[in-house]
């Protein structure tokens, strides 16, 4: 079964130039030219998504956050392209649930390779763990169906940071650095700032309520997920 990919990006020459080469690469593509179009086409389902960030109206931002609040498209991969440089501009889009983020002018070797390696992961699931369900004290990670439940409450994780929970959980005690999770949750082809792992970990105590403290800080190294008492 071929993947669809969305590519989205205002600028047409783009798009045409990038739908050759996946369809040479034996992929189904979808195209969009602005934000609200996008939005229209991601009701496909595609198993990936490609995304420019400046666009007129509503740009990749503010999409991908609303392909990210959507519960039908919110695990679906995104690949923001953008002409702008600078580290805020990415950490930016991976805080808001990026998956890779890859500057123009683009090479579609370079994309493609994201693409593959993207749904590789998909694909697989959370790296490092096997198990569909994982039980860890209060919380209960249904792999399968992307569900944290909490005290007997379901509640909604970002992917990256169901991930990053799910991993830590299913090695209880044992100690991550922040480069081991940026290489097993973002791998090793993307670059992205440890302070997103510091981010992604508070927006994960936050949503663990009174049992945040399952996340441990080790100083100066990284975090564990606390054996439950």
Known sequence: MKH??????????????????????????LTAFDGNQALKMAEQKPDLIVLDVMMPGADGYEVLTKIRKNKSLENIPVILLTAKSGENFEVHGLNIGADAFIQKPVSPA???????????????????????????????????????????????????????????????????????????????????????????IRKIREKLGKHAELIETIKGVGYRFRIPG
């Open 110 to 200: 370079k994309i493609i390779a994201h693409i593959k390696a993207n749904l590789r992961k998909r694909e697989t699931g959370v790296p490092g763990t096997k198990e569909e369900i994982i039980a860890a004290g209060p919380i209960v990670i249904d792999r399968e169906q992307y569900k944290i439940i909490v005290d007997n409450e379901t509640l909604q994780f970002p992917r990256k940071e169901f991930e990053i929970l799910a991993y830590l959980a299913a090695h209880p005690g044992k100690v991550f650095s922040r480069d081991r999770l940026l290489s097993d949750i973002w791998g090793t082809d993307i670059f992205v700032v440890e302070r997103t792992v510091d981010v992604h």
């Open 4 to 29: 669809k990919i969305l590519l989205v990006d205002d600028e047409k020459d783009i798009v045409e130039f990038l739908e050759y080469n996946l369809l040479k690469e034996g992929f189904d593509v």
